[in-house]
C-alpha cells in the first residue's frame, strides 16, 4: 500500500497571498496524483489530477506540480472561500486508492 | 445536473447490520465505476470499495472486507452498501463517489453518517 504523507498539518496564510501544500508519497506515483479540497460539512471537491491538470470549473489559482513521489499544490492570491482542507490522493498503484491526512488551511 | 445522493445512515449497535444507497442522476450510471469512501468525525478520508461499472468486478479496504459487500443495480441508477457486523469503527460519513476518467473520484455525494453504538 502507498503511503501518503502531507505537510504540514495547518497552514496559516493571510487572503491575498499564496499557499503552498506538499504531498509525499512512499513510491512513485508518476503524475496519478490528484488533489481533493473539502469545506466543513461538505462532501470533498476534485481539483487537480494528472498531479497538475485542473479539474473542471478549477479556478486558474490552484495548480498542482510534481511527479513521481513529491508533488506541490500552490494556490496563489487566496480568496475566503479557499480556506479548507485539503487531501492529496494516489491512483498509481490500486486497490487501495490512498489519501493523505490533510492540510488545513487557515486565515492567518 | 450530475448528482449523487446517499440515505440510510443511522444509528446501529455494534455487530449488526446496515445497508447505504447511492442514488445516481444526471449521467449515464452504467458506464462508471463507483466508490465509497468514509468519513470518521475530525478525521480524514478513507477509500472503502470500489465496484465496476457492470458490477464483475468489487475491490476492498483490509479493514472492511469480509464484512462489507458493494453492489450496484445500472436498472435504477444505485449503488449499494451492505455493512454487516458493524464496529465502532466504522463511524463515519459514508460517501458515494464516481470514478472519473482518471480513475479520480470526480462527483461526489453530500455524504450519510453512520453511527456504531450500543
Known amino acids: 500500500e502507498i503511503v501518503m504523507t502531507q505537510s504540514p498539518a495547518t497552514l496559516s496564510v493571510s487572503p491575498g497571498e499564496r499557499a503552498t501544500l506538499s504531498c509525499r508519497a512512499s513510491q512513485s506515483v508518476s503524475s496519478d496524483l490528484a488533489w481533493y479540497q473539502q469545506k466543513p460539512g461538505q462532501a470533498p471537491r476534485l481539483l487537480i489530477y494528472g498531479a497538475s491538470t485542473r479539474a473542471t470549473g478549477i479556478p486558474a489559482r490552484f495548480s498542482g506540480s510534481g511527479s513521481g513521489t513529491e508533488f506541490t499544490l500552490t494556490i496563489s492570491r487566496l480568496q475566503s472561500e479557499d480556506f479548507a482542507v485539503y487531501y492529496c490522493q494516489q491512483y498509481k498503484n490500486w486497490p487501495p486508492w490512498t489519501f493523505g491526512q490533510g492540510t488545513k488551511l487557515e486565515i492567518k | 445536473q450530475v448528482q449523487l445522493m446517499e440515505s440510510g445512515g443511522g444509528v446501529v449497535q455494534p455487530g449488526r447490520s446496515l445497508r447505504l444507497s447511492c442514488a445516481a442522476s444526471g449521467f449515464t450510471f452504467r458506464n462508471y465505476a463507483m466508490h465509497w469512501v468514509r468519513q470518521a468525525p475530525g478525521k480524514g478520508l478513507e477509500w472503502v470499495a470500489v465496484i465496476s461499472y457492470d458490477g464483475r468486478n468489487e475491490y476492498y479496504a483490509d479493514s472492511v472486507k469480509g464484512r462489507f459487500t458493494v453492489s450496484r443495480d445500472n436498472s435504477k441508477n444505485t449503488l449499494y452498501l451492505q455493512m454487516n457486523s458493524l464496529r465502532a469503527e466504522d463511524a463515519a460519513v459514508y460517501y458515494c463517489?464516481?470514478?472519473?476518467?482518471?480513475?479520480?473520484?470526480?462527483?461526489w455525494g453530500q455524504g450519510t453518517m453512520v453511527t456504531v453504538s450500543s
Open positions: 463517489a464516481r470514478e472519473g476518467g482518471e480513475r479520480t473520484f470526480d462527483i
